[in-house]
């Protein structure tokens, strides 16, 4: 029979179909099996009954174990209490191999191990639900760009010259000549909006990042669009747009996976409301409490939040105690004994999450109080930042000194560069970096040699100042933090399939 996929059984109701993959979890009980098929489209929970399939076949299904691979066929019943809303009551079964002592078991494993085992990890639901995630991103980048007549056009990995400064370049021998693995494709990306207008590249970057960080990839997929003719202004409003899109597009698709993940979406659901747009120095301002946002200071604000985090722990403190009192007393039945006890270990995570948090606030309260007016954010400056409103936030207009050296100059704001940095809610902090680009071919020059760039490697790009020059704008977003974001992961690790980081290269 033709292979049916788990996401196509709504279409199968009450029919015979054939499902193909590998056993996620098993239960069985006299007479009765249930296995969790999962075959990279879903999940579905088979029912394999010894009156309906016969002994032979029961012990088939008894035997298989985690990651054994097999096919069943059966009828298809519509159960809303399963995930995915179906079930398989199975007629056959056969099994393709068995799979022996799968390392990673339903009990918890160190994320270290996970990452030592992350071809075998990405089979987990939770994986699972991360990977349907990113490619909804992906498509939804693509949908957006061509509905608004952008080109894709691909910028070369090998380059002979820094994008982002030379701090963070990966140098590679290309026939005995020095070549660095791309850090972004921006430059490129402006010589081809020179040829068609608008323009998107979607590629892999590298940056040698010798940091552990929970946002840093040594290799990492970065979407960026240029526009001929576009100021900073219609940058930032592309940017807007362009994200609301993608966010929704998430939000509408990925019910199930939002599930798994147990991913909250108030924040992300905000997304249709404005977003909020600041020049540097305003930003700088509400950081370090200098300005009140809707009648609070970002000191007042973390300190409030301080002040409920530690009344949420005293709350759940005293109820582990009443908890224990009650079990202590002798009271209780098994049944009754067990629920608390749950409750209790339950509530004790909570506390440990919350204990966390509440060291982290005195951190960003320091830091926001000394924030040096001039430098780049740093995290803890985004996240305090974004807290204040929960909606992502654009600041634009950033000194000079701490932008890339392609970034115009406002003549109105002598000193400050028309950059614009999209910082997400929820502590994510920056996802996108763009700006309108410098096209004062003395300026250029000068920047290129105050940071120390050589010549020789520009003067491609430089000619794109000589031919036609005219107003332009672009912006890259990061394809794993914004992954980050959506699905809420404390970690960028976990969003592409084979992450490159400090200190890991395998698998
Ligand atoms: O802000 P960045 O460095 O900007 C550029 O590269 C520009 N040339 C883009 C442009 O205007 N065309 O990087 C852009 C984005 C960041 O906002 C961040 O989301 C992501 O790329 N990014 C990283 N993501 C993961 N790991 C890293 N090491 C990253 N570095 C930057
Ligand atoms: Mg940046």
């Known amino acids: 029979m033709e292979q049916v996929y788990i996401k196509q059984l709504a279409q199968h109701e009450g029919q015979e179909v054939t499902l193909k993959g590998w056993l996620a979890q098993k239960r069985d009980s006299k007479g009765l099996a249930f296995l969790v098929l999962r075959d990279g489209t879903g999940f579905v929970q088979c029912v394999v009954d010894i009156n309906t399939v016969g002994e032979e076949m029961f012990e088939a299904a008894k035997r298989l174990t985690q990651e054994s691979s097999f096919t069943v066929t059966g009828l298809v019943r519509k159960d809303e209490k399963q995930f995915g809303g179906y079930e398989v009551q199975v007629k056959a079964l056969t099994v393709y191999s068995i799979s022996t002592d799968f390392p990673i078991t339903p009990k918890e494993h160190g994320v270290e191990f996970l990452m030592d085992h992350r071809h075998l990890w990405l089979?987990?639901?939770?994986?699972?639900?991360i990977m349907r995630v990113r490619n909804t991103i992906i498509f939804a980048i693509h949908k957006f760009?061509?509905?608004?007549?952008?080109?894709?056009?691909?910028?070369?990995?090998?380059?002979?010259?820094?994008?982002?400064?030379?701090?963070?370049?990966?140098?590679?021998?290309?026939?005995?000549?020095?070549?660095?693995?791309?850090?972004?494709?921006?430059?490129?990306?402006?010589?081809?909006?020179?040829?068609?207008?608008?323009?998107?590249?979607?590629?892999?970057?590298?940056?040698?990042?010798?940091?552990?960080?929970?946002?840093?990839?040594?290799?990492?997929?970065?979407?960026?669009?240029e526009m001929a003719f576009y100021d900073l202004k219609m940058d930032m409003d592309l940017i807007e747009d362009f994200i609301r899109y993608?966010?929704?597009?998430?939000?509408?698709?990925?019910?199930?996976?939002?599930?798994?993940?147990?991913?909250?979406?108030d924040y992300l659901s905000r997304i249709t409301e404005p977003f909020i747009r600041m020049k540097y120095e305003e930003a700088v301002d509400v950081i370090k409490g200098l300005k009140a946002i809707d009648g609070k200071t970002s000191i007042q604000m973390l300190e409030d939040d301080l002040q409920a985090l530690k009344?949420?722990?005293?709350?759940?403190?005293?109820?582990?105690?009443?908890?224990?009192?009650?079990?202590?007393?002798?009271?209780?039945?098994?049944?009754?004994?067990?629920?608390?006890?749950?409750?209790?270990?339950?509530?004790?995570?909570?506390?440990?999450?919350?204990?966390?948090?509440?060291?982290?606030?005195?951190?960003?309260?320091e830091s926001a109080r000394d924030f040096v007016r001039g430098d780049d954010f740093g995290g803890s400056h985004e996240t305090v930042l974004t807290r204040m409103f929960g909606l992502p936030v654009m600041v634009y207009n950033w000194p000079r000194e701490v932008k890339a050296f392609y970034?115009?100059?406002?003549?109105?704001?002598?000193?400050?560069?028309?950059?614009?940095?999209?910082?997400?809610?929820?502590?994510?902090?920056?996802?996108?970096?763009g700006g309108e680009r410098e096209t004062d071919l003395n300026k250029l020059t000068q920047k290129i040699e105050e940071h120390k760039l050589p010549m020789e490697a520009f003067e491609w790009y430089l000619d794109l100042r000589r031919y036609g020059n005219i107003p332009h704008s672009g912006f890259g977003?990061?394809?794993?933090?914004?992954?980050?974001?959506?699905?809420?992961?404390?970690?960028?690790?976990?969003?592409?399939?084979?992450?490159r980081a400090y200190g890991r290269l395998l698998p």
């Not at 089979?123 to 639900?129: D, G, H, I, M, V």
């Not at 080109?151 to 380059?159: E, G, K, L, S, Y």
């Not at 590249?201 to 990839?217: M, N, Q, V, Y």
């Not at 990061?478 to 992450?499: D, K, M, N, S, Y």
Request: proline share 4%.
């Open 407 to 433: 970034m115009k100059e406002d003549e109105n704001d002598l000193g400050y560069a028309k950059g614009v940095d999209l910082l997400a809610p929820e502590g994510y902090g920056e996802v996108v970096g």
């Open 311 to 365: 009344t949420e722990i005293a709350t759940k403190q005293k109820d582990i105690e009443e908890r224990e009192a009650k079990i202590a007393s002798g009271t209780l039945n098994k049944g009754e004994r067990n629920f608390n006890q749950n409750k209790i270990d339950q509530l004790k995570n909570d506390i440990k999450d919350l204990n966390e948090k509440a060291t982290n606030i005195p951190e960003w309260l």
């Open 145 to 225: 760009f061509h509905e608004r007549g952008f080109v894709q056009m691909d910028a070369p990995i090998f380059t002979g010259n820094a994008c982002e400064g030379t701090s963070t370049l990966f140098e590679t021998d290309f026939y005995g000549e020095p070549a660095y693995l791309s850090q972004s494709g921006q430059l490129y990306g402006e010589a081809m909006a020179m040829a068609q207008g608008l323009i998107y590249t979607f590629g892999p970057t590298f940056r040698a990042e010798k940091s552990k960080t929970r946002r840093h990839l040594s290799e990492f997929w970065m979407i960026e669009p």
């Open 123 to 129: 089979r987990s639901r939770r994986q699972w639900a």
């Open 477 to 499: 977003l990061g394809l794993e933090r914004l992954v980050a974001w959506i699905c809420g992961l404390q970690h960028i690790r976990e969003t592409i399939p084979f992450p």
């Open 246 to 265: 993608v966010v929704s597009d998430v939000l509408k698709t990925c019910t199930l996976e939002f599930e798994v993940l147990e991913r909250k979406t």
